[in-house]
């Protein structure tokens, strides 16, 4: 019987013991932070299909929830984000900010919106998709309540879908769309052992706390975006600070300039759903992927 300690402390030697002794499969599964706009989505397609190789990928899970032009998504941005090679989409407050999405999410089940949102609005909160190796992966999309608009409690809700889904699979990826580094670190905790990796989103900026819980999840309280750099969290800056000298009502504009993807790849026992390992990945537009 392996030590899980032993394989989380020396990841890679250990990985292989495992492989070569157990049988075990890892699978990688990468996670990328908010989708901004076209600058965004043009950053995924140049790097993707090449981490998908390099790494072999296994599975993908983005957040889309500004990938049209920063607010919302379309029928058409999703399709073409699941045409680069994205798995399944998450999302978080901006899902509506385009009308013509609530027709799409209520058909294709790949595109999630917060499961906490009421019961009645449209579309679903979780899923089980099928991974490159053949193993089921649960997604679920939650979102907070700190600072954030009106939903019903993340973490009872969080919980009950968490054990409906390992009834079908181990595996299980949930997106906490968030505001408060508190409530997205008291989520990780609290699904500790239930699932493969809680991963927050909607900040826009990446955070340096990403580990793997004693109990096997792996967790990062903030991803980051897949946008525009040169920016304040994707729009445009000057535009920003004259909105905090002014304080005038403004239109935003997304920003363009120096774009970077932020992700996050996460190693994982395919058998136990048990991360082994979680580290950050980085690319600049101009950066050879
Ligand atoms: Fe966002
Ligand atoms: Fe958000």
Redesign the pocket.
């Known amino acids: 019987m392996m030590n899980w300690n032993r394989t989380v402390a020396t990841r890679h030697g250990a990985a292989r013991f495992i492989i070569h002794h157990s049988a075990f499969i890892i699978m990688k599964v990468l996670l990328i932070g ?1 989708i901004i706009g076209k600058p965004g989505r043009r950053l995924l397609e140049m790097h993707l299909p090449v981490l998908l190789q390099r790494h072999h990928l296994d599975f993908v899970v983005a ?1 889309a ?2 990938a049209a032009h920063g607010f919302g998504v379309t029928p058409d941005v999703a399709d073409e984000l699941f045409r680069i090679g994205v798995d399944v989409l998450t999302s ?1 407050n ?1 899902i509506w900010d385009k009308k013509e999405i609530i027709d799409y999410i209520n058909k294709d089940g790949r595109l999630l919106r917060p499961a906490n949102y009421s019961a009645i609005s449209p579309g679903k909160g979780y899923t089980i998709a099928n991974s490159r190796n053949g193993s089921k992966i649960g997604v679920l999309n939650l979102q907070g309540r700190v600072f954030m608009g009106p939903s019903e409690d993340p973490f009872a809700i969080g919980m009950d879908i968490v054990e409906k889904l390992r009834r079908e699979t181990p595996i299980i990826l949930v997106d906490m769309h968030g505001e408060a580094s508190s409530e997205k670190q008291a989520m990780g905790w609290f699904l500790d052992g239930k699932v493969s990796c809680v991963f927050g ?2 900040t ?1 900026v990446p955070t340096a706390d990403q580990r793997v819980l004693p109990g096997g999840t792996a967790y990062v309280t903030d991803i980051g975006m897949t946008g525009p750099y040169d920016s304040v969290i994707g729009i445009d800056k000057e535009q920003i600070v004259q909105k905090f000298l002014d304080q005038m009502p403004t239109r935003f504009r997304i920003a363009s300039e120096n774009p970077i993807l932020q992700c996050i790849l996460v190693e994982i026992d395919s058998n136990t759903g048990r991360a082994l390992s979680i580290e950050r990945i980085t690319q600049k537009g101009e950066e050879e992927a």
Do not use: A, R, S
């Open positions: 908010d957040n929830e500004n978080g901006h989103t909607h826009h």
